[in-house]
């Protein structure tokens, strides 16, 4: 079979090099297609389901959000498991499913359960699907500001709530336009909402209930269509107008009438343009602000959708009102650029390397080039493998190729080539003239088929040390696959080369006789290694007993090693988790991040500093008030007074100056490396404890004895016990004899007081 693909080769070497450069185009077009980014996606297959529960306590939650849902996702195909999330007027519960689930199909199977579902919620609880999004999906981040003293065109000054309006009706709907993004996740500012605010004193004068006013607005706010009508020939569209416009319009609607007068919503309440109840708010640099984060769809390529929203964002910015400004505060395609920046770099330098050590040990220029030639050429039909395997160019897949490996069976062949070619010509002494067409493929051949199996054993061997790879599943699966898909699919390429392009190309480019010189650095290198060939055969035992004995005393040495999963991805930026007291309000969390970032942006190596506190609108990553995720954005190291300094040197200084604030305490991190270990665990830290059983107190004494123990371990830094108990709640509790006495039923005090506090 070898034999006949290098005489098929050689005797169509015209064809072979044609297909050479089909399969290098076919690979430059690929390479427009292949995903890019700074590290492969190990995030589980999951399907989030975010339900707003606008009043519930977190046991409210849970009791009748959470474990309802949990237990209607119970015995889906290909589940895994499913953990959840109740925090105040919200419940989160997250599916995943085994590895390898198409995600669309996992989708359909939670909207499917959630149908039958819904019959077990509360009525007025809405369950919504999270975005198509993985951990690598927060690509962009952007805020609406406003400048200094900058006001409306009615000359008052522009609010939080102009800010979230600009936000909600000018930027996002085009953003969402944009290629490849899942979902626009803002936080901050305020929803514009109209406030009715109903006086009890006056509703209990008219003998009113709450309802309905609720009611008088519904019926009277409202569209419809009255069908048609036929009029001398034309047919008329019948419409009815109905929806309020104006406050004014609001205040006019009337309830009913008492003692024939008419009693209008103006009469009984007060009407105002109002805030909504949010449950999150930005900062920026000691400023509030309103943030968005763009979520990338599954499978995308990072960079160009980055890439695509900033140029979107730039044209956006001349439709905003005046006043108005939108600043791109954290972009993947810088972190990305950098990781491709240094493989690329390390990829060239190797490649050079590889040219010279072969011009240095052939001696030949043409040899040497060819051989090179090899390395773009498996390059580009790696592409193309890896665009069709779906694997995306990362540190990991593209930082694991080896050029030396790449050319072992190409230098093989082609040094055999020269040997033979060269040898050829002296026996013949036909240095003078030329070799027949005939007696050159003859002997290519020859020395091709004499190393080959040696040539491609060795690349199998090499091949087979990085199939075991394959087995691992998980997330181990996920990090390490990139790689040997990328290392496996680059030697096959390379080998396919070796037997048909390397024979071709040697055909074509040595028809002129060979002069087989010494190599002064082979001659060296022999000079070099004769002698110690020959006392290492003469003391041979001794040889032997000294290696066994280093290998031995490193054994000894192996225990003291430290050992990780992967070396932590430098990002380039800082994640500051600030957590708080159970129980502080959005407000105060405000206030004590106006006084944290100013104290951070002092640091010199720090360009900006943002901060998310609480929940944003779509709950991807929900938070109570009291902790705010900072987001420390560094400048580029040239810029620092001490470029020399490590990023632990930094986050002990960090950690040095913010310490001494009251009421704080931090955990450090890194935001892509957060977002995976809270997706994939459901906790930001690198190591998590769960603790598992019936009694809620007792798991909480356990807890925290374990965060004592595990606080003792040396290299143990920011060691916390979740916070699962402080938040303030008052209850009201009804009083059931009194309610039968008024004949008053549960709910219509619950609807009450849910639409007098928190409103409806």
Same mark, same amino acid.
């Not at 999150?280 to 602000?289: H, L, S």
């Given at each position: 079979?070898?034999?006949?693909?290098?005489?098929?080769?050689?005797?169509?070497?015209?064809?072979?090099?044609?297909?050479?450069?089909?399969?290098?185009?076919?690979? =430059?077009?690929?390479?427009?297609?292949?995903?890019?980014?700074?590290?492969?996606?190990?995030?589980?297959? #999951?399907?989030?389901?975010?339900?707003?529960?606008?009043?519930?306590?977190?046991?409210?939650?849970?009791?009748?959000?959470?474990?309802?849902?949990?237990?209607?996702?119970?015995?889906?195909?290909?589940?895994?498991?499913?953990?959840?999330?109740?925090?105040?007027?919200?419940?989160?519960?997250?599916?995943?499913?085994?590895?390898?689930?198409?995600?669309?199909?996992?989708?359909?199977?939670?909207?499917?359960?959630?149908?039958?579902?819904? /019959?077990?919620?509360?009525?007025?609880?809405?369950?919504?699907?999270?975005?198509?999004?993985?951990?690598?999906?927060?690509?962009?981040?952007?805020?609406?500001?406003?400048?200094?003293?900058?006001?409306?065109?009615?000359?008052?000054?522009?609010?939080?709530?102009?800010?979230?309006?600009?936000?909600?009706?000018?930027?996002?709907?085009?953003?969402?336009?944009?290629?490849?993004?899942?979902?626009?996740?803002?936080?901050?500012?305020?929803?514009?909402?109209?406030?009715?605010?109903?006086?009890?004193?006056?509703?209990?004068?008219?003998?009113?209930?709450?309802?309905?006013?609720?009611?008088?607005?519904?019926?009277?706010?409202?569209?419809?269509?009255?069908?048609?009508?036929?009029?001398?020939?034309?047919?008329?569209?019948?419409?009815?107008?109905?929806q309020a416009s104006t406050l004014t319009d609001l205040e006019s609607?009337?309830?009913? #009438?008492?003692?024939?007068?008419?009693?209008?919503?103006?009469?009984?309440?007060?009407?105002?343009? /109002?805030?909504?109840?949010?449950?999150?708010?930005?900062?920026?640099?000691?400023?509030?602000?309103?943030?968005?984060?763009?979520?990338?769809?599954? /499978?995308?390529?990072?960079?160009?959708?980055?890439?695509?929203?900033?140029?979107?964002?730039?044209?956006?910015?001349?439709?905003?009102?005046?006043?108005?400004?939108?600043?791109?505060?954290?972009?993947?395609?810088?972190?990305?650029?950098?990781?491709?920046?240094?493989? #690329?770099?390390?990829?060239?330098?190797?490649?050079?390397?590889?040219?010279?050590?072969?011009?240095?040990?052939?001696?030949?220029?043409?040899?040497?080039?060819?051989? =090179?030639a090899v390395i773009p050429i498996a390059m580009l039909m790696t592409?193309?493998?890896?665009? #069709?395997?779906?694997?995306?160019?990362?540190?990991?897949?593209?930082?694991?190729?080896?050029?030396?490996?790449?050319?072992?069976?190409?230098?093989?062949?082609?040094?055999?080539?020269?040997?033979?070619?060269?040898?050829?010509?002296?026996?013949?002494?036909?240095?003078?003239?030329?070799?027949?067409?005939?007696?050159?493929?003859?002997?290519?051949?020859?020395?091709?088929?004499?190393?080959?199996?040696?040539?491609?054993?060795?690349?199998?061997?090499?091949?087979?040390?990085?199939?075991?790879?394959?087995?691992?599943?998980?997330?181990?699966?996920?990090?390490?696959?990139?790689?040997?898909?990328?290392?496996?699919?680059?030697?096959?390429?390379?080998?396919?080369?070796?037997?048909?392009?390397?024979?071709?190309?040697? =055909?074509?480019?040595?028809?002129? &006789?060979?002069?087989?010189?010494?190599?002064?650095?082979?001659?060296?290198?022999?000079?070099?290694?004769?002698?110690?060939?020959?006392?290492?055969?003469?003391?041979?035992?001794?040889?032997?007993?000294?290696?066994?004995?280093?290998?031995?005393?490193?054994?000894?040495?192996?225990?003291?090693?430290?050992?990780?999963?992967?070396?932590?991805?430098?990002?380039?930026?800082?994640?500051?988790?600030?957590?708080?007291?159970?129980?502080?309000?959005?407000?105060?969390?405000?206030?004590?991040?106006?006084?944290?970032?100013?104290?951070?942006?002092?640091?010199?190596?720090?360009?900006?500093?943002?901060?998310?506190?609480?929940?944003?609108?779509?709950?991807?990553?929900?938070?109570?008030?009291?902790?705010?995720?900072?987001?420390?954005?560094?400048?580029?190291?040239?810029?620092?007074?001490?470029?020399?300094?490590?990023?632990?040197?930094?986050?002990?200084?960090?950690?040095?100056?913010?310490?001494?604030?009251?009421?704080?305490?931090?955990?450090?991190?890194?935001?892509?490396?957060?977002?995976?270990?809270?997706?994939?665990?459901?906790?930001?830290?690198?190591?998590?404890?769960?603790?598992?059983?019936?009694?809620?107190?007792?798991?909480?004494?356990?807890?925290?004895?374990?965060?004592?123990?595990?606080?003792?371990?040396?290299?143990?830094?920011?060691?916390?016990?979740?916070?699962?108990?402080?938040? &303030?709640?008052?209850?009201?509790?009804?009083?059931?004899?009194?309610?039968?006495?008024?004949?008053?039923?549960?709910?219509?005090?619950?609807?009450?007081?849910?639409?007098?506090?928190?409103?409806?």
């Amino acid at each position: 079979m070898l034999e006949a693909i290098i005489k098929f080769a050689l005797a169509r070497r015209g064809l072979v090099m044609m297909l050479v450069l089909i399969v290098m185009g076919l690979g =430059a077009w690929k390479f427009t297609q292949l995903p890019i980014d700074a590290v492969p996606d190990i995030t589980n297959v #999951q399907v989030v389901i975010n339900t707003a529960a606008p009043g519930y306590t977190p046991l409210e939650a849970e009791q009748r959000v959470s474990f309802p849902l949990e237990t209607a996702m119970a015995g889906m195909p290909k589940l895994s498991y499913t953990r959840s999330v109740s925090r105040y007027g919200l419940s989160q519960v997250t599916v995943v499913f085994e590895e390898g689930t198409d995600i669309y199909f996992a989708r359909q199977l939670v909207s499917e359960r959630l149908s039958t579902a819904k /019959g077990d919620l509360p009525a007025s609880l809405e369950p919504t699907l999270g975005p198509i999004a993985t951990g690598l999906g927060e690509v962009f981040m952007f805020t609406v500001d406003a400048e200094p003293d900058a006001r409306n065109s009615d000359g008052s000054p522009i609010t939080p709530m102009d800010l979230r309006s600009a936000h909600d009706w000018i930027i996002r709907p085009q953003l969402m336009r944009v290629t490849g993004v899942a979902e626009i996740n803002p936080i901050g500012g305020f929803k514009k909402e109209i406030l009715v605010a109903p006086d009890p004193a006056r509703l209990l004068a008219y003998k009113m209930r709450f309802n309905e006013v609720i009611e008088a607005i519904q019926n009277n706010n409202d569209n419809r269509g009255a069908g048609f009508i036929e009029h001398k020939g034309a047919q008329w569209l019948m419409r009815v107008p109905g929806q309020a416009s104006t406050l004014t319009d609001l205040e006019s609607i009337v309830i009913r #009438q008492h003692q024939g007068i008419p009693v209008r919503i103006k009469d009984v309440a007060s009407v105002s343009l /109002g805030k909504e109840l949010r449950s999150g708010a930005a900062t920026q640099n000691g400023r509030e602000v309103v943030m968005s984060t763009v979520f990338m769809l599954i /499978g995308e390529n990072s960079r160009t959708v980055a890439n695509d929203v900033a140029n979107k964002l730039e044209a956006i910015k001349t439709s905003l009102p005046d006043g108005i400004t939108v600043t791109a505060v954290y972009n993947r395609t810088s972190l990305v650029d950098k990781t491709l920046a240094t493989v #690329q770099k390390n990829l060239l330098e190797g490649a050079l390397l590889v040219i010279i050590v072969l011009f240095l040990f052939l001696g030949n220029i043409r040899a040497a080039l060819l051989t =090179a030639a090899v390395i773009p050429i498996a390059m580009l039909m790696t592409i193309t493998g890896m665009v #069709q395997t779906k694997t995306s160019a990362n540190l990991m897949s593209l930082g694991a190729l080896d050029f030396g490996l790449i050319v072992d069976g190409a230098v093989i062949i082609v040094e055999n080539c020269m040997r033979r070619l060269s040898s050829a010509w002296r026996d013949e002494d036909s240095q003078q003239g030329e070799l027949s067409l005939k007696e050159r493929l003859a002997i290519v051949f020859d020395a091709t088929r004499e190393v080959i199996r040696p040539a491609l054993f060795g690349v199998f061997i090499i091949t087979a040390v990085y199939l075991p790879i394959f087995a691992l599943s998980g997330v181990e699966g996920k990090m390490f696959h990139p790689m040997a898909i990328t290392v496996v699919i680059a030697l096959l390429s390379a080998m396919l080369l070796s037997i048909t392009f390397i024979p071709a190309g040697v =055909a074509l480019l040595f028809k002129k &006789p060979i002069k087989e010189k010494k190599n002064v650095v082979v001659q060296s290198a022999l000079f070099l290694y004769k002698p110690v060939l020959a006392l290492s055969l003469k003391l041979r035992w001794l040889v032997v007993a000294l290696a066994v004995a280093l290998v031995v005393c490193s054994g000894f040495l192996i225990p003291k090693l430290g050992s990780e999963f992967v070396p932590n991805l430098d990002e380039g930026d800082i994640a500051m988790h600030a957590l708080r007291i159970p129980g502080t309000s959005l407000t105060e969390a405000i206030q004590m991040q106006k006084v944290l970032e100013p104290v951070i942006n002092e640091l010199p190596e720090v360009e900006r500093v943002f901060a998310k506190t609480g929940t944003g609108e779509v709950a991807t990553d929900p938070m109570p008030p009291s902790v705010s995720d900072n987001f420390i954005i560094l400048k580029p190291r040239d810029e620092w007074p001490d470029p020399s300094k490590t990023k632990a040197q930094l986050v002990a200084e960090l950690e040095a100056v913010v310490t001494p604030i009251p009421g704080n305490r931090y955990e450090f991190l890194q935001p892509i490396q957060m977002r995976f270990n809270e997706l994939i665990s459901g906790v930001r830290s690198e190591v998590a404890v769960k603790v598992f059983g019936d009694d809620f107190e007792q798991l909480i004494a356990l807890g925290e004895q374990i965060g004592k123990v595990i606080g003792t371990v040396p290299g143990a830094a920011d060691v916390g016990v979740e916070q699962t108990t402080g938040l &303030p709640v008052m209850t009201i509790k009804p009083k059931r004899e009194a309610m039968a006495r008024y004949g008053l039923s549960i709910a219509a005090l619950q609807d009450l007081l849910a639409t007098a506090l928190g409103g409806t």
